[in-house]
């Protein structure tokens, strides 16, 4: 691993030493590293305008292994009879800044304006991704998160349109299985998610698979060239997606 980044994830506490609601620490910068130092160990930001960077490691995580993912069958069902056109990275700033809008369930958002330009940074780098689910020419949904070696860390989802997050999360289970991802980080747990396949891991366990996805990637991608600190390569591959088999395919 190169030192820098080496250095940069050892200023970080033990996972293991958060507190029993998630919290690890405070403080620090966003620069690309430091995420990516973070999210290597498990852990994320998550903090509100006016506070301190707080970085998180839950016990337990929730997690969906891309092969367990499944469809609830009226979802399944409609997205059939009516798909939506999905794009990746085609959107990502409209994506992170619908995440970022009111929500009647939600008071305030946890993506400030300096955590909306740290992601931003990061998809510049290759490193976070938006999937964007389209109708009528219209952006109807789409998720955003971090890809780092054969992990993918799911951030957040939005929806203008009934099935369109659901779509944008299938397409990327379905990306991510093209690709061999191993793990879908989703953070905490959800009704949402669980229907779908997501389980409870404990934070040891969690870690453990999440050390086997990072050292499962070492090879750099074409034009893939990583920024020289990380030690992953960032995925710069496109991909274009066919409504008619339901699948990607690596542009040419």
Sequence with gaps: MHSVFAALAAQFPAPAAARADGLLCAGGDLRPERLLAAYSRGIFPWYEEGLPILWWSPDPRCVLRPESFR?????????????????????????IRACAGPRATVKGTWLTPEMIAAYEHLHALGYAHSVEAWR?????????GVALGRAFFGESMFHRVSEASRAAL????????LRG???????QQTPHIMRMGGVMLPRASFLERLARALAADGAEEPGGRRPESIPWAPWKKGYVYSVVSGSWMARS
């Design 71 to 95: 469809l609830p069958p009226r979802s399944a069902r409609a997205l059939r009879r009516r798909p939506f056109e999905l794009t990746l990275d085609a959107a990502f700033s409209r994506v």
């Design 136 to 144: 009528d020419g219209s952006l109807a949904g789409g998720l955003y």
């Design 170 to 177: 299938a397409g990327l289970v379905a990306l991510l299985r």
């Design 181 to 187: 991802a191993e793990l879908l980080d989703c953070q």
